[in-house]
């Protein structure tokens, strides 16, 4: 799979939006774009997923830029909760394995 | 409904011995993950099983470590002659459909196991 590219760490405010960047230069056609977090001490969970189109879901909206070397995970309120580190994946079609990078740790200020 | 459970939660184990590490996948689950994330080295994909294919063992760290999954359900991870390096969180994830449409699906993950090897 295609390698991504995240911030290592960001901060943000309780109730703010916050937007963690992602950039995967080399993406395939057919790679979809896959974010998990995982919250202190736990597994990680799945976020929100897309090919080329914005998705939205109860968690999060994943916007996909045009030329699809980058995407950006928008939380649209954040809560102290929201605070994880967050990961951007890409999954080609040769397998079903997510390989996590380093992912960007969220910080959420009271 | 239950989610991916893992047992025992946390293992503590002294270097040598052998170890088991057991998963309970989402039923009906037919794909089902082992990684491990350990301080030095993020999350790391083990070994993956898909209903009665080949699993993938392409991420066993050495032939000490193996798994099998009885009956398309249960996965058991086995650890033998532990050493100090293998301590790490053991994750098991299960999703629905795996293979066939593994570029979309989604893994639910357990809480792992954390092993300790002194």
């Known amino acids: 799979d295609a390698k991504t590219t995240q911030p290592n760490s960001m901060e943000s405010n309780e109730e703010e939006p916050v937007h963690l960047p992602c950039n995967h230069s080399?993406?395939?056609?057919?790679?979809?774009i896959h974010w998990y977090r995982q919250l202190p001490s736990q597994g990680p969970e799945y976020v929100i997923h897309?090919?080329?189109s914005n998705v939205n879901n109860r968690m999060a909206s994943l916007a996909i830029a045009e030329d699809r070397k980058s995407s950006t995970l928008i939380l649209h309120r954040a809560t102290l909760r929201d605070a994880a580190v967050y990961y951007c994946?890409?999954?080609?079609?040769?397998?079903?394995?997510?390989?996590f990078g380093e992912g960007t740790q969220l910080t959420v200020n009271p | 409904g239950a989610g991916v459970s893992q047992s025992p939660s946390n293992k503590v184990t002294e270097k040598g011995k052998d170890v088991e590490l057991r998963c309970d996948p989402i039923?009906?689950?037919?794909?089902l993950y082992w990684y491990r994330q350990s301080l030095g080295q993020g999350l790391e994909f083990l070994i993956y099983?898909?209903?009665?294919?080949?699993?993938?063992k392409s991420g066993l760290p050495s032939d000490r470590f193996s798994a099998e999954r009885t009956g398309g359900s249960v996965s058991t991870l086995t650890i033998q002659r532990t050493q100090q390096e293998d301590s790490a969180v053991y994750l098991c994830?299960?999703?629905?459909?795996?293979?066939?449409?593994?570029?979309?699906?989604?893994?639910?993950f357990g809480p792992g196991t954390r092993l300790t090897v002194l």
């Open positions: 994830a299960s999703s629905l459909v795996g293979r066939t449409s593994g570029n979309r699906d989604t893994q639910y």
């Open positions: 080399t993406i395939s056609g057919t790679d979809y």
């Open positions: 897309g090919l080329t």
């Open positions: 994946i890409l999954r080609g079609t040769s397998g079903s394995r997510l390989t």
């Open positions: 039923s009906g689950h037919t794909a």
């Open positions: 099983f898909q209903g009665n294919s080949a699993p993938d």
